[in-house]
């Protein structure tokens, strides 16, 4: 990388690594060349006297912390990231810049991040752990690219091993006694029902619109969701954008959810195509209506809540609304549906997926028990 700096008669060029610190350092020196011509009091001799090699050493010591590197490394990464990622990793960021910012990044080993952790973060779980280990081996690989000798690389910091509970699905007979106990004008329960019926996402859920559901046909159109950063967006694949054929038990929580659900007056929203780059503006009519601001929920942790507190006061274990789609397709395959039909109302393009995933659920009874559960029906049916 070469940096230039010049008056009207004279011209220097420095010869410098394009690394981030450099590159912070030409700028410094940029905006302490460019006050001093403004000031009429530039002379290129008696600037490069001034900045002796020690005091450049000491700018750079100054610079190269952990503090500084978590910064940078969070800018490199912020057009990859989402809104919420970045407030998240700027979070953990500030959080340990106070506990080792102003350490050099060269003395940041894993004992003292090992230590760090049997510290003030011991009381907080392995999965809260290593949110900030993820923050640290960015800083890490972004010091070592902008050629920071270290002894350590990001590998050498691992993350904490973990386990996440997956609850159990949603079995119909608790399903059943749900329904029974859900009051009539309870359209969050419905919602909730409702998505467990019909395997929709929770994104897909809060993007309902009054015009998606159609009463009269018995069905559902999916054409749009709820993005992490709160914006309306076509789903990604063209198989999630479908059209879902409505249970009678489906379709009956519907019209619960059409006829006790707040309607308010439709508005305009703005819908990110699928490219990431057109959008439309569309009227929008919501389904499911928060009713503390009359418009659709936003953050569908709020929607969570609500449902967590109607379970919770009616005896029932919480199970979040992201394992519905979880509770439909084994309910479902453990009933005999076939797995192309589930596929197709989840929105995958491809059977295999269930196959992976719910092979346990699929149901495995003879095909000749089958053939005589359907005969004896009839044989029953004709006396």
Do not use: W
């Not at 940096?3 to 420095?14: Q, V």
């Not at 973060?121 to 640290?136: E, L, Q």
């Not at 019209?255 to 703005?270: A, C, G, N, Q, R």
């Not at 057109?278 to 969570?304: G, W």
Request: proline fraction near 4%; include cysteine; hydrophobic fraction near 35%.
């Amino acid at each position: 990388m070469n940096f230039t700096y010049h008056s009207k008669l004279t011209k220097r060029t420095l010869k410098m690594r394009p690394t981030a610190a450099n590159l912070l350092r030409a700028f410094l020196i940029r905006c302490e060349i460019v006050a001093s011509i403004e000031k009429g009091e530039f002379d290129l001799e008696e600037f490069d006297r001034s900045r002796d090699t020690n005091k450049i050493r000491k700018e750079t010591k100054k610079i190269e912390t952990v503090k500084f590197y978590l910064k940078q490394f969070i800018f490199l990464e912020s057009h990859k990231l989402s809104l919420a990622a970045i407030r998240d990793y700027t979070s953990r960021a500030n959080g340990l810049s106070k506990e080792i910012g102003e350490l050099p990044i060269r003395k940041l080993t894993p004992s003292k991040v090992k230590e760090l952790f049997s510290g003030n973060y011991s009381k907080f779980s392995n999965k809260y752990k290593n949110h900030h280990v993820t923050v640290i081996r960015g800083a890490i690989r972004t010091a070592r690219e902008s050629g920071v000798d270290l002894k350590f690389t990001e590998d050498d910091f691992p993350c904490y091993k973990f386990t996440v509970p997956e609850p159990n699905p949603m079995e119909y007979k608790d399903l059943d006694s749900l329904m029974e106990l859900t009051a009539e004008d309870d359209y969050i329960m419905h919602s909730f029902i409702f998505a467990n019926l019909t395997g929709v996402r929770p994104s897909e859920l809060a993007g309902l619109d009054r015009g998606s559901v159609d009463i009269e046909n018995g069905t559902v159109t999916i054409d749009k969701a709820i993005t992490l950063k709160r914006k309306f967006k076509v789903p990604k694949s063209k198989s999630s954008e479908r059209t879902i054929s409505l249970s009678e038990t489906a379709l009956f929580h519907a019209k619960m959810i059409f006829e006790y659900s707040p309607e308010v007056k439709p508005y305009d929203i703005v819908v990110i195509q699928r490219d990431n780059n057109e959008e439309k503006t569309v009227s929008f009519n919501p389904l499911i209506v928060n009713s503390n601001t009359n418009k659709h929920f936003h953050d569908l942790r709020k929607l969570n809540m609500k449902i967590k507190d109607k379970m919770t006061k009616l005896g029932f274990r919480y199970i979040p609304l992201c394992f519905a789609r979880h509770s439909f397709a084994s309910n479902a395959l453990s009933l005999g549906a076939p797995a192309f039909s589930v596929a197709n109302d989840m929105g995958h393009s491809n059977p295999a997926l269930l196959e992976k995933h719910y092979a346990k659920f699929i149901s495995t009874k003879p095909s000749a028990g089958v053939i005589d559960d359907y005969f004896s029906k009839k044989r029953r049916g004709k006396k």
